[in-house]
Antibody
Framework: EVQLVQSGAEVKKPGESLKISCRGSGYSFTSYWIAWVRQMPGKGLEWMGIIYPGDSDTTYSPSFQGQVTISADKSIRSAYLQWSSLKASDTAIYYC????????????WGQGTMVTVSS | SYELTQPPSVSVSPGQTARITCSGDALPKQYAYWYQQKPGQAPVLVIYKDTERPSGIPGRFSGSTSGTTVTLTISGVQAEDEADYFCQSADTSGSSYVFGTGTKVTVL
C-alpha cells in the first residue's frame, strides 16, 4: 500500500525548535516530489514548499521562504519540516503530500501532524 | 501573490446538484485540481487536470473549465458528500502551487 506516515502531535513553547517527519512506503520514494501543506485551525490549505528526495532539490512558497526548512533523507525514505524558533502563529496541522507525476496533483497525503505552540 | 477564489459555502438537498466554482487569472494556462476534506481527515483528490477523475472516486464528481473559472459539479449529492472542497493550481510560471479559499458543502 502506498502511504505517507507522519510523526505525532507536538506541543512546544514559543522560541523552541522543532522537526517533524513524513515517511513514505509502498513506492519509489526518490522518484516523487513531497510537498508540505499548512492548515491553521478552522482555515484553508496553504502550500509551503516541495522537495525532490532524489536530489533534495527544494522550492519554497514565497510566504514561507526563510520561515521553515524542508529537507529529506532518502536512505530512510523520509521528508522533514523544521522550525528554528516557533511562534504561536505556527499552531496548525501540517500535511505532507506526494506529487503525482506527470499529473501534477497531490495524490497521496499523510495523516497530518498537529503542532501546538503555546506558552 | 496569486489567489484562487471560491464561494465560502454551498447548500444543496440530497439528490440535487452542487456546483462549486474556483476563479483565478492563470487558470486558462494551468490545470486545476479538486480535493475533498472531511472533518478531522486529510484531503482526498477527487478531480485532476480540470476534468479527470482518479480511480475510486464516484462518477457523480465531475470537473469543467471555462476561461478563468473552473467548476466542480457533484450530481445526485449524497449525505456523505458534506465536506470542505478546495481547488488547487499553479501560478503562471508553474513554479508555485496555490490552493483556493475553500468551500463548505452542506447537505440539507
Amino acid at each position: 500500500e502506498v502511504q505517507l506516515v507522519q510523526s505525532g502531535a507536538e506541543v512546544k513553547k514559543p522560541g523552541e525548535s522543532l522537526k517533524i517527519s513524513c515517511r513514505g512506503s509502498g513506492y519509489s520514494f526518490t522518484s516523487y516530489w513531497i510537498a508540505w501543506v499548512r492548515q491553521m485551525p478552522g482555515k484553508g490549505l496553504e502550500w509551503m514548499g516541495i522537495i525532490y528526495p532524489g536530489d533534495s532539490d527544494t522550492t519554497y512558497s514565497p510566504s514561507f521562504q526563510g520561515q521553515v526548512t524542508i529537507s529529506a533523507d532518502k536512505s530512510i525514505r523520509s521528508a522533514y519540516l523544521q522550525w528554528s524558533s516557533l511562534k504561536a502563529s505556527d499552531t496548525a496541522i501540517y500535511y505532507c503530500a506526494r506529487r503525482w507525476y506527470p499529473v501534477d496533483a497531490f495524490d497521496i497525503w499523510g495523516q497530518g501532524t498537529m503542532v501546538t505552540v503555546s506558552s | 501573490s496569486y489567489e484562487l477564489t471560491q464561494p465560502p459555502s454551498v447548500s444543496v438537498s440530497p439528490g440535487q446538484t452542487a456546483r462549486i466554482t474556483c476563479s483565478g487569472d492563470a487558470l486558462p494556462k494551468q490545470y486545476a485540481y479538486w480535493y475533498q476534506q472531511k472533518p478531522g481527515q486529510a484531503p482526498v483528490l477527487v478531480i485532476y487536470k480540470d476534468t479527470e477523475r482518479p480511480s475510486g472516486i464516484p462518477g457523480r464528481f465531475s470537473g469543467s473549465t471555462s476561461g478563468t473559472t473552473v467548476t466542480l459539479t457533484i450530481s445526485g449529492v449524497q449525505a456523505e458528500d458534506e465536506a470542505d472542497y478546495f481547488c488547487q493550481s499553479a501560478d503562471t510560471s508553474g513554479s508555485s502551487y496555490v490552493f483556493g479559499t475553500g468551500t463548505k458543502v452542506t447537505v440539507l
